[in-house]
């Protein structure tokens, strides 16, 4: 919150209609037919009550609606429905169904899962790495101690990985104000009660950007039972930097709830490469010491063979020798190949019947000809056939005899 942006942020919220009436971009609370919803879908006729109908019209219109506002007119409730089992990758291609139902009723952040709304413009972030917050109030259900670390170990998800630095005030205006409310709370957009709708923030920017709400009328907790406020507050943190929801379960942004013990909590790569985007790596405060090739103790974290030449990796380093670059030292992973975060490698190979180098990081992988990033990279191990419970890849290997890629993750191998 504070003067980041001329305009106001909810000039970009509300829709004037009706001869001058504002009609703001929510589901209003009132009774709605079902045989409308019915006859829209064509395909909920196992939906025998108006509560459900009204529950599901309510849901795709609040989290699926596109255009300039946030708005229920926008798009028909069967490209809605479309478009949330697509996003969820959900069976049914706008038919209704048990599991897409089911889904429907999951504790979930209140902030839509349409990329493309207005309420969060592509590409939006703050111009500044130094951002202040301030906690306005408190719930009851947690010490003040448990809510303070709680939000100063989730803005540390985000300081870990990028340049940002959050700095707590105690009075005044801050760039993120928190606070626990309830229903209608001067938003426009009002919380529903215990369930549903968790928490919701509010972009980068002025007047209210940049703040995040949550619903005092949940249980929260600092362990697995009931809402975990670490987990929400790390979530909706990540909007508030600029990022929107992610497809994939594993990932942080994620819209439904998943709890993440603290202990055990390490930032999907999903979530890292999103905000790096926006804001940068964080920068290394010591320099990395530089592997020595004759250590008797060395061990690579990857290696690859090109046509006999070897390309080897140990921590942000590479050391490689071929007839087109020669580096007889280590040199930095991203002088090498800039396109490429300088990370740890887990795995890497060289496929000579593409003629592309193949690097492995977490749940994704990069392709590289010629010393230069193809597009469409990075894509995620699923797309390998992998099932999403291999989370990396241990080891590769290209099987010249077999023409076969080999694999090896913990216990398995894979070809």
Same mark, same amino acid.
């Given at each position: 919150m504070g003067p980041h942006q001329g305009t106001s942020f909810f000039i970009n919220i509300i829709e004037v209609v009706n001869g001058g009436k504002i009609t703001l971009g929510f589901p209003e609370v009132q009774e709605?037919?079902?045989?409308?919803?019915?006859n829209d879908l064509n395909t909920m006729s196992q939906l025998v009550n108006a509560d459900s109908g009204?529950?599901?019209?309510s849901y795709l219109d609040t989290y699926y609606s596109q255009g300039t506002v946030w708005k229920r007119s926008s798009g028909s409730l069967l490209n809605k429905l479309k478009y949330m089992q697509s996003f969820f990758n959900l069976e049914g291609n706008g038919k209704m169904t048990s599991e897409t139902f089911e889904l429907m009723k999951q /504790?979930?952040?209140?902030?839509? #899962?349409? /990329?493309?709304?207005?309420f969060f413009p592509r590409k939006i972030k703050w111009p500044m790495l130094d951002l202040t917050y301030r906690i306005v109030n408190y719930t009851l259900d947690l010490s003040w101690e448990e809510v303070d670390q709680a939000m100063h170990e989730a803005f540390q998800v985000w300081s870990d990985v990028t340049p940002l630095h959050f700095t707590r005030i105690f009075n005044g205006t801050a760039d993120i104000m928190i606070s626990f409310e309830s229903k209608e709370h001067g938003d426009i957009v009002p919380f529903d009660g215990p369930l549903g709708q968790l928490a919701h923030a509010f972009p980068p920017g002025g007047n209210i950007?940049?703040?995040v709400h949550f619903d005092d009328d949940e249980t929260w907790t600092s362990d697995s039972t009931d809402f975990n406020l670490f987990v929400v507050a790390a979530h909706e943190f990540g909007h508030i930097l600029g990022l929107h929801h992610s497809s994939d379960p594993e990932a942080l942004m994620y819209p439904l709830y998943t709890y993440h013990g603290l202990k055990e +909590? &390490?930032?999907? @790569?999903? #979530? &890292? @490469?999103?905000?790096?985007a926006l804001y940068g790596p964080k920068k290394r405060t010591s320099s990395a010491i530089i592997p020595q090739r004759c250590d008797p103790n060395f061990s690579a974290d990857a290696v690859a063979d090109i046509h006999g030449d070897k390309i080897i990796f140990k921590d942000i380093f590479v050391w490689h020798h071929n007839y087109q670059m020669i580096h007889e030292d280590w040199v930095v992973i991203d002088s090498v190949w800039p396109d490429l975060p300088?990370?740890?490698?887990?795995?890497?190979?060289?496929?000579?019947?593409?003629?592309?180098?193949?690097? +492995?990081?977490g749940k994704r992988y990069w392709a590289l000809r010629d010393y230069k990033l193809l597009s469409g990279y990075?894509?995620?191990?699923?797309?390998?056939? +992998?099932?999403?419970? &291999?989370?990396?890849?241990?080891? /590769?290997?290209? #099987? &010249?005899?077999s023409r076969k890629t080999k694999f090896f993750t913990r216990d398995q191998f894979w070809r």
């Open positions: 709605c037919k079902s045989d409308l919803i019915l009204t529950m599901i019209k /504790a979930r952040c209140g902030v839509p #899962d349409m /990329a493309g709304y207005h950007g940049g703040d +909590f &390490v930032l999907p @790569e999903d #979530d &890292v @490469e999103g905000i790096q300088n990370f740890q490698i887990d795995a890497a190979y060289y496929s000579p019947q593409k003629d592309l180098l193949f690097l +492995f990081r990075p894509q995620k191990l699923y797309n390998l056939g +992998f099932p999403s419970y &291999v989370q990396r890849i241990d080891a /590769a290997f290209y #099987d &010249v005899k």
